[in-house]
């Protein structure tokens, strides 16, 4: 069966440093996978989008990657700031489904 | 408003009452998708409508779920019968389009707490 994977354990990082997620998913072959955010109480905001044809995409401090051989996709945020504390979830989508599905989230933590 | 909007933001029920459950979506906005979200939990898919199509109800748990979406507008979750386990925020999205390639918009949610 389809299924979607990221880290279940928070990442706890330095202020400054790069923090990087994971996004593994199998018996997949989405078309476009997109990343959100999500802070306690709300619901998730969308951040970035890469394509099947894309390696990677880039919007400001954000940067994603695309590896549809490994079946992954990464997640940084360079220069890290306490405010990116947040839970951050990945959603592969598929053409053959028309709908979107979620990871469960990995929450990072960035320490000033 | 401009933004995706869910009503009530909170409900307490007690355990065997219906509820209902509101989402207004973005105007012009073709998808419209409902999810649970447990505590601590991630994102659980339930139902997706696009546009005039017969609705994905995959993700429906039980027949005590049920959906409904007139044309491009309001969508309304109606949970029967409710069970102390169905104690969760749900989440509504809508998007421009039904392609992957667009957004979702979310709303805040209404937490439901079943008692």
């Known amino acids: 069966s389809q299924k979607i994977e990221q880290n279940s354990e928070a990442l706890n990082i330095q202020e400054g440093k790069t923090a990087t997620l994971t996004c593994n998913y199998t018996?997949?072959?989405?078309?476009?996978l997109q990343w959100y955010r999500q802070d306690p109480g709300r619901g998730p905001v969308f951040l970035l989008l890469?394509?099947?044809?894309?390696k990677e995409k880039r919007k400001e401090r954000l940067k994603v990657t695309f590896d549809t051989t490994l079946k992954q996709s990464l997640f940084h945020i360079t220069a890290s700031q306490p405010a990116d504390s947040a839970t951050y979830l990945c959603a592969p989508w598929m053409d053959s489904s028309y709908k979107l599905i979620f990871g469960s989230g990995t929450r990072l933590l960035v320490r000033p | 408003g401009a933004g995706v909007s869910q009503s009530p933001s909170n409900k307490v029920t007690e355990k065997g009452k219906d509820v209902e459950l509101r989402c207004d979506p973005i105007s012009g906005h073709t998808a419209l998708y409902w999810y649970r979200q447990r505590l601590g939990q991630g994102l659980e898919f339930l139902i997706y409508f696009q546009g005039n199509s017969a609705p994905d109800k995959s993700g429906l748990p039980s027949d005590r779920f049920s959906a409904e979406r007139t044309g491009e507008s309001v969508s309304t979750l109606t949970i029967q019968r409710t069970q102390q386990e169905d104690s969760a925020v749900y989440l509504c999205?809508?998007?421009?389009?039904?392609?992957?390639?667009?957004?979702?918009?979310f709303g805040q949610g209404t937490r439901l707490t079943v008692v």
């Open positions: 999205a809508s998007s421009s389009s039904f392609l992957g390639n667009t957004e979702a918009f």
């Open positions: 018996n997949y072959s989405p078309a476009y």
């Open positions: 890469i394509r099947e044809n894309e």
